[in-house]
């Protein structure tokens, strides 16, 4: 077992937006098949353990945005465990030069009743932890905002459904794109924290509310009263002549 995942991806044209640029669900899109690989390496993959894996929250910085036919190369490993998550890190390079990283907590569910199933239920976790490397990251924080708007109602759709018959993480931050307005931007999304705190479904009416916290925008997705994610996002300056 390697306590080290290293693979490569291409940013090709259906990851480009409007603008010329990587949308920022590509980088979720990396960050899902690297663990799951990495996963299946360390005899942790769902069918091994018989669970699904879910992403709960995950925060990425990017010292710039990703370009089109761009090889970026993703690094992956597992900082440990801590209570019912396990955490999960991320480096990215381009012509071998770093240019982001990510932090992630993930959960394993009961395939049938989707309850929560801590690691220490799984043999497997001492493999985990002897795999660790580095130090284990403070636990991402909760996000709010005092004040928010509707921007505008999402219904779930077949193409927003992954393997575990619920919205995507990566479908998730693509609406959080869509709340963000990033088509008319000036900027790209140099910071962003997502929290997933309920499965969202095909059929469900998913409201995106918009708010301005400490200079960052936030999102909230709510379908029936429930908050189902939220996130805050950072906009940094587009690299000269993307603008």
């Known amino acids: 077992m390697s306590d080290l995942l290293s693979r490569e991806y291409e940013v090709n044209f259906s990851h480009i937006d409007n603008r010329g640029i990587a949308r920022p669900s590509f980088v979720f899109d990396v960050m899902q098949d690297a ?25 990425v910085t990017l010292s710039r945005p990703f370009l089109p036919y761009e090889r970026i190369r993703c690094e992956t ?17 381009a012509d071998e030069q770093q240019v982001g990283e990510a932090q992630s907590m993930w959960v394993t569910l009961d395939p049938d009743t989707h309850r929560i199933l801590r690691p220490t239920v799984f043999p497997a976790a001492d493999g985990y932890l002897h795999t660790a490397r580095g130090e284990l990251f403070e636990p991402l924080g909760k996000l709010s905002c005092e004040t928010v708007r509707l921007h505008h109602v999402h219904p779930v ?42 499965e969202t479904q095909f ?41």
């Open 35 to 59: 663990a799951t690989v990495h996963a299946e390496e360390l005899h942790l993959g769902r069918t091994e353990l018989r669970v699904l894996w879910v992403l709960s929250r995950m925060r």
């Open 77 to 93: 490993w597992c900082p440990g465990i801590r209570g019912a998550s396990w955490y999960r890190s991320f480096a990215f390079y």
């Open 157 to 198: 759709c077949y193409s927003d459904l992954d393997i575990n018959n619920h919205v995507n993480n990566a479908k998730v931050v693509d609406l959080i794109s869509d709340a963000l307005d990033l088509q008319k931007q000036p900027g790209f999304v140099s910071a962003l924290q997502v929290n997933y705190t309920a």
């Open 203 to 243: 059929g469900e009416q998913v409201e995106l509310y918009c708010g301005t916290v400490d200079g960052a925008r936030y999102v909230r997705g709510a379908a029936r009263g429930e908050t189902h994610f939220e996130a805050q996002a950072t906009l940094s300056a587009l690299p000269a002549g993307r603008s």
